[in-house]
């Protein structure tokens, strides 16, 4: 398997423009997390999906983030409009989501710049 | 509110000496934890994990120590190798619910020749 994908790798977008950031998680695997990472704050859990349903959206920051899984393959994290504070890089990591623990995997990262 | 407190922040380390990353969690009901290892570019990727029926785990140069009662457990890294400047995380989640991982702020480590 080709590991966790997102797209794009880098994303430099004005204020107020909408930014969508797309993952692809690993085959079987049937939980899938949203993490954003700053210096500040290290890895902020944003939303977490069991099944393609979205289970905990409380790190969510505001309204103007969004986050849809239509099936098991694909998610989006949208955020409309965006602001600089927004600027950061965004991860997405897959797991197969069994009763048991069991490790995280997780993509590459988009790197949000929000002018 | 952080669920897993980390530190130090940054950890410069000669080669050949001993690493060490500490992290304290409150919620009892953890009975995961993870170390996860990030390169520069890179998403990060499992190093090494615990659970609490063991005090400690030991990987090659890689060691968790883990305190229940306490409520803390560490990384060590033994005959630290430049190889292994990255930043490091240590996380923590429960079997019950959503089996969320709840990460601390990153170590960065810089092991010099």
């Known amino acids: 398997d080709a590991g966790v994908i997102q797209s794009p790798r880098h994303e430099v977008t004005e204020m107020g423009q909408e930014v969508t950031l797309r993952c692809k998680p690993i085959s079987g695997h049937n939980s899938l997390f949203w993490y954003r990472q700053t210096m500040m704050r290290g890895l902020e859990l944003l939303i977490y999906?069991?099944?393609?349903?979205?289970?905990?959206d409380s790190g969510m920051p505001e309204d103007r983030f969004s986050a849809k899984m239509p099936n098991a393959s694909f998610s989006t994290l949208k955020i409309q409009p965006s602001e600089p504070r927004d600027s950061a890089v965004y991860f997405c990591?897959?797991?197969?989501?069994?009763?048991?623990?069991?490790?995280?995997?997780f993509g590459q990262g988009t790197r949000l710049t929000v002018v | 509110q952080q669920q897993v407190k980390q530190s130090p922040q940054s950890l410069i380390v000669q080669k050949g000496g001993i690493s060490i990353i500490n992290c304290a969690y409150e919620?009892?009901?953890?009975?995961?934890f993870p170390w996860y290892q990030q390169f520069p570019g890179k998403g990060p990727a499992l190093l090494i994990a615990?659970?609490?029926?063991?005090s400690e785990k030991k990987e090659g140069r890689f060691t968790i120590s883990f305190n229940k009662s306490a409520k803390q457990f560490s990384l060590h890294i033994m005959d630290s190798q430049p190889g292994d400047s990255a930043t490091y995380f240590c996380?923590?989640?429960?079997?019950?619910?959503?089996?969320?991982?709840?990460f601390g702020t990153g170590t960065r480590l810089t092991v010099i020749p």
């Open positions: 990591a897959s797991t197969t989501g069994t009763a048991m623990n069991t490790e995280a995997f």
């Open positions: 996380a923590a989640s429960d079997q019950t619910g959503a089996n969320n991982l709840f």
């Open positions: 615990i659970r609490p029926d063991v």
């Open positions: 919620n009892t009901a953890f009975d995961y």
């Open positions: 999906f069991n099944n393609n349903v979205p289970i905990d």
